[in-house]
């Protein structure tokens, strides 16, 4: 089945300990991104890769890191993670051929900063 | 600057009845569109795109937009909603600018609730 995990679904950590959320795809889809969504603010982008070894910023990268080492793997690191990084987190891929443009999500991961 | 605009936090509407869940839009270049539904407890699924073309659009779920240039908008429109119709919809855009392709906008989610 094709599908977008994440790890963990529900994280619950203090600020500065430092965290990693995992994502990976079996669908060998090339562009990956990470979204935080919150109330009333919808979905904003965090980072993105094109591929392997290639990532970008999106809007809002601020205390965030990434990296793209094999093209299934795109896990989203906090270094220092801050309160205001409490926040559900999306992982999702980009379709190919008929489903070029149409994004797969993850289920999602709900972490909380105390 | 790109982004996008759901005007209404809720839609309410009754079984059998039409509903519409609307979408502004602002890119650079020709816009890409999408809308999605999220269920609760659950990632979001893609619904339907506009990429160029017809201007309305059928997606999953009996569900079809209309994408109108001039407006720049992208309504989202079913003829005939169903209690199971009830979840968060966003309405997303992709900015065919090449120095802004690769970046998505959603906007700040719909709710809709289908009423019995």
Known sequence: EAQVTQNPRYLITVTGKKLTVTCSQNMNHEYMSWYRQDPGLGLRQIYYSMNVEVTDKGDVPEGYKVSRKEKRNFPLILESPSPNQTSLYFCATLGRGVTYNEQFFGPGTRLTVL | ?116
């Open chain 2, 1 to 116: 600057a790109q982004s996008v605009a759901q005007p209404e936090d809720q839609v309410n509407v009754a079984e059998g009845n039409p509903l519409t869940v609307k979408c502004t839009y602002s890119v650079s270049g020709n816009p890409y569109l999408f809308w999605y539904v999220q269920y609760p407890n659950r990632g979001l699924q893609f619904l339907l795109k506009y990429i160029t073309g017809d201007n309305l659009v059928k997606g999953s779920y009996g569900f079809e937009a209309e994408f109108n240039k001039s407006q720049t908008s992208f309504h989202l429109k079913k003829p005939s909603a169903l209690v199971s119709d009830s979840a968060l919809y966003f309405c997303a855009v992709r900015d065919a600018k090449l120095y802004n392709f690769n970046k998505f906008y959603f906007g700040s989610g719909t709710k809709l609730n289908v009423k019995p």
